[in-house]
């Protein structure tokens, strides 16, 4: 069973920069696909940005440019770079991985990821 704990989510003005980080636990093994998803009030669950185990990298249309996916594999640890946050940008976001290969066009597939996190709340203020 592999466990996934977020951290860094806060509360900034819009503009502002946060980093967030994902530690994972519970297996002997660097996961093969690892995620960050976001969930807003009454909306479903999207993709944020997505790495692969060969570290291809998969972003959403709307954090191209700002947002900086990366994963530390000796310390099983992802991490979100998040620069130029928008009010939009509003909403928790959540660590996945899983154990499977995943190609890089669907790292950003919720049915791709069997292990996720309890989550971190990132708040935009304008």
């Known amino acids: 069973q592999v466990r996934l704990v977020e951290s860094g989510g806060d509360s900034v003005q819009s503009g502002g920069s946060l980093r967030l980080s994902c530690q994972a636990s519970?297996?002997?093994?660097?996961?093969?696909?690892m995620a960050w998803f976001r969930q807003a009030p009454g909306k479903e669950r999207e993709g944020v940005a997505g790495?692969?185990?060969?570290?291809?990298?998969n972003y959403a249309a709307s954090v191209q440019g700002r947002f900086t996916i990366s994963r530390d594999n000796t310390q099983k640890t992802l991490y979100l770079q998040m620069n130029g946050l928008r009010p939009e940008d509003t909403a928790m976001y959540f660590c996945?991985?899983?154990?499977?290969?995943?190609?890089?066009?669907?790292?950003?597939?919720?049915?791709?990821?069997?292990?996720w996190g309890q989550g971190t709340q990132v708040t935009v203020s304008s």
């Open positions: 790495i692969n185990i060969e570290g291809q990298t």
């Open positions: 519970g297996y002997a093994h660097p996961t093969s696909s």
């Open positions: 996945a991985a899983d154990l499977r290969a995943t190609a890089w066009a669907s790292l950003l597939r919720v049915d791709r990821y069997a292990f």
